[in-house]
């Protein structure tokens, strides 16, 4: 029963879907995304709490549906955050990296918010350029409330914080992209010869 977590369309508390067969072109672009036209009319996987549910009634946790969701969990991580998915996930969502470790996820799994935020990742156009911002925000906010009370800086952010984070993060995006066209422009003439640039 081969599980894959993408937002379900008109199901907002769904993570994805079960019963999911590999494809010949899953190795094409897109990995196991590729064909998501496919997966209309699979059970729909949810939870409530920490109990999933398929198609609104409650699964049995046993050991295979553990080991599915856990590649599950670890395509989807990957798809958004790469290789290095633990870590990240762990900063973005405020989780200890232990909680994130495969053997912890395997044996607790992760909260139902988390397999939803990776869903909804897994579904935008540009997961991993998504992924990394979403970890470029959640540094910037730790760095911003290091020297706050811990008990401070858990949850929503206050308007005020978000919208100075806000603009903090927009001034860097538009240094990081200013570094990245002279970087590649300044390489390209370099290949081609041309060091007038």
Not at 92 to 103: A, H, K, V, W, Y
């Amino acid at each position: 029963m081969a599980i894959r977590l993408i937002s379900v369309p008109g199901k907002p508390d769904a993570v994805g879907y079960v019963g999911v067969t590999p494809s010949s072109i899953e190795g094409l672009k897109g990995g196991p995304y590729a064909s998501r036209a496919r997966w209309q009319g699979l059970p729909v996987l949810s939870y409530d709490g920490r109990r999933p549910l398929v198609n609104g009634a409650p699964v049995d946790t046993d050991e295979a549906f553990r080991a599915d969701m856990l590649d599950a969990i670890e395509q989807a991580a990957q798809r958004v955050l790469g290789a290095e998915w633990i870590g990240h996930l762990a900063m973005i969502t405020g989780l200890t990296p232990r909680s994130c470790q495969r053997d912890r996820i395997g044996k607790s799994g992760l909260p139902a918010p988390v397999l939803q935020l990776l869903a909804r990742s897994c579904a935008h156009p540009m997961p991993r350029a998504l992924g990394f911002t979403m970890l470029a925000v959640a540094h910037s906010w730790r760095d911003a409330t290091a020297d706050d009370d811990p008990s401070e800086s858990q949850g929503r952010m206050s308007a005020s914080a978000r919208e100075e984070l806000g603009q903090h993060l927009r001034q860097v995006v538009g240094v990081a992209l200013d570094q990245v066209d002279d970087i590649r422009a300044a390489v390209h003439a370099f290949r081609s010869g041309d060091t007038r640039s």
